[in-house]
């Protein structure tokens, strides 16, 4: 096996896109963020699979030269201090770079939201322009709305429908596209491909939270994007017990990445990172079970006469579903549905007796959550007008027959509540 060989002393943990890495991804997943310099003591024979977890504030030089010599030297992948990472914190980075094929480089943030906002200012500054999708997830909202607009940057929002459309919302101060897909709640599949050749002919930054796909089912900067995000929170950890983000960037927008991480004093635990490293070895049998569950289900619930509409981005009701169908790897376990009529009561007594679906936020674990989702509050260049009452499901790793027995419980209750 090429670990060792493909992972001499001092390579860049984007280094992994070179031509000859012809590793399919589920095998790269199983293999890459293993340097040897991470699982092996030097000088000893043998070695152990996974890196172990390095806790550090203070590194320790071997005297003044190697002290002088690391201050000038890039801190991404050295010992210098605690805030910039020690090696658990690089092989995960390692990791999702080389699962993103045309990457440099991955940051790691404590959150999600942390890594959109970060990347954000990372290529914004004051009398730029910004253009958000208008699904996107509400926090992103909130951050463009509460920090972006009083430092004096422009946030307009375009359907996530536009395509190459968007060529006739872009402004000489348009400096970056901020892209969901499929969109927070309602799932419309953005055609990224179209608005990304457009980015590019303006010199425009494209940015995606690719969270409900990861690049598994999306490799984001092969369809154009220049900065791919992941509330790895999600799918990454995979078990509902460690919130962490990351973005992952162009050899071009690396540098600029990387620079505004450190200056706003990002990092995660180490602790963190090795749950995440953890998680993500079993992304890709988890993601193909989350889909086959999500599918069931989803298409169970498109022929009852309660849900007037399933929005699933692998279903042909779903906006943008032929988008998805596509470009598209797979689908995760995340999707919502409209119902038929009905109102907040209704809602909560179908929800309420669920036994087998956890009320709450976030999802990508292992576990099934029913959640009741407002998207009218959360537009403003779209309109949100449905049938009826929006119920998100994150369908887990249950069997789905204990989960379609369970919602059709839930659907008699809805019936009775109309
Ligand atoms: C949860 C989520 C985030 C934020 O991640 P946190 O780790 O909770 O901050 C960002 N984008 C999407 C699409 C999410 O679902």
């Not at 000859?20 to 790269?28: I, S």
């Not at 152990?48 to 590194?59: D, E, G, H, L, Y």
């Not at 998805?324 to 809602?347: E, H, I, Q, T, Y």
Request: proline content about 7%; glycine content about 10%.
């Amino acid at each position: 096996m090429g670990l060792r060989s493909r992972h001499a002393k001092g390579d860049w943990p984007g280094m992994s896109d070179e031509p000859e890495d012809k590793r399919r991804p589920l095998t790269r997943l199983a293999q890459t963020g293993r340097r040897a310099e991470w699982t092996r003591m030097p000088d000893r024979p043998g070695g152990i699979v996974n890196p172990p977890v390095w806790r550090a504030s203070t590194i320790l030089y071997d005297d003044v030269a190697h002290l002088r010599a690391a201050a000038g030297s890039d801190p991404h992948e050295r010992l210098f201090y605690g805030r910039k990472g020690t090696p658990t914190a690089w092989s995960l980075a390692d990791a999702l770079t080389e699962m993103e094929p045309g990457a440099k480089g991955t940051m790691l943030y404590p959150s999600g939201v942390a890594a959109i906002a970060c990347a954000l200012m990372a290529v914004l500054k004051p009398g730029d322009r910004l253009l958000m999708v208008d699904a996107a997830y509400d926090p992103t909202r909130a951050f463009c709305e509460k920090m972006l607009r009083p430092l004096g940057i422009d946030v307009d929002y375009y359907d996530p429908l536009v395509g190459a459309g968007i060529a006739e919302l872009l402004t000489d101060n348009t400096r970056a596209i901020f892209m969901e897909s499929p969109g927070s709640l309602t799932f419309e599949v953005q055609d990224v491909p179209a608005i990304t050749a457009v980015a590019r002919e303006r010199g425009i930054v494209t940015l995606l939270d690719n969270t409900w796909a990861t690049p598994l089912f999306f490799p984001a900067l092969k369809h154009g994007i220049d900065i791919s995000i992941l509330a790895c929170t999600k799918y990454i950890v995979g078990h509902s017990d460690v919130m962490i983000g990351a973005a992952t960037a162009t050899p071009e927008l690396w540098s600029k990445l990387r620079s505004a991480a450190y200056l706003f004093g990002q990092m995660t635990s180490p602790d963190d990172a090795w749950l995440a490293a953890r998680g993500l070895r079993t992304l890709g049998v988890r993601l193909s079970q989350h889909q086959d569950g999500g599918l069931k289900v989803a298409q169970w619930l498109a022929e009852r006469p309660e849900v007037a509409q399933v929005l699933h981005p692998a279903l042909p009701g779903c906006p943008g579903h032929e988008i998805w169908a596509r470009d598209f790897g797979g689908a995760s376990g995340l999707f919502s549905m409209v119902m038929r009529g009905g109102d907040k009561d209704a809602v909560a007594a179908l929800i309420d007796g669920l036994a087998h679906f956890g009320i709450g936020y976030s999802w990508g674990g292992f576990e099934s959550l029913a959640l009741p989702v407002h998207p009218a509050g959360y537009r403003t260049a779209t309109q949100w007008d449905a049938a009826g009452p929006v119920i998100r499901l994150h369908i887990g790793l249950e069997d789905p027959d204990d989960l379609i027995a369970d919602l059709d419980a839930g659907l008699a209750r809805y019936r009775a509540a109309l």
